[in-house]
Nanobody, 127 residues
Framework: QVQLVESGGGLVQAGGSLRLSCAASGRTFSRYAMGWFRRAPGKEREFVAAIRSNGGSTNYRDSVKGRFTISRDNAKNTVYLQMNSLKPEDTAVYYC????????????????????WGQGTQVTVSS
């Protein structure tokens, strides 16, 4: 069982950076793969990035590769998403999610494999 709370969203100009945090509660946090998803206005929720429970494997949506970095600190029960070189198309509500079953890069982007979700944090990138 895990509860997730996102923070760090806000308004930033194109080319700027933001660092999102997802604070988790639960005794078994370190056993969960963690992912970030986002939903832009009028769009469906989409995969952004994910990391395995041990932090040894990551996967990213093609459009954010080289710009976003996912990381985790199991000692702090926290997962992060560092977002650099932000673009207006990155504007969305960003959600943190936890999965007890995702272990391969191929499966990291499958929303149905994530068991717990945060309420989201708004990221707005202006042009």
């Amino acid at each position: 069982q895990v509860q997730l709370v996102e923070s760090g969203g806000g308004l930033v100009q194109a080319g700027g950076s933001l660092r999102l945090s997802c604070a988790a509660s639960g005794r078994t946090f370190s056993r969960y793969a963690m992912g970030w998803f986002r939903r832009a206005p009028g769009k469906e929720r989409e995969f952004v990035a994910a990391i395995r429970s041990n932090g040894g494997s990551t996967n990213y949506r093609d459009s954010v590769k080289g710009r976003f970095t996912i990381s985790r600190d199991n000692a702090k029960n926290t997962v992060y998403l560092q977002m650099n070189s932000l673009k207006p198309e990155d504007t969305a509500v960003y959600y943190c999610a936890a999965s007890a079953t995702v272990i391969t890069p191929q499966a990291m982007g499958i929303m149905g494999l994530y068991d717990y979700w945060g309420q989201g944090t708004q990221v707005t990138v202006s042009s």
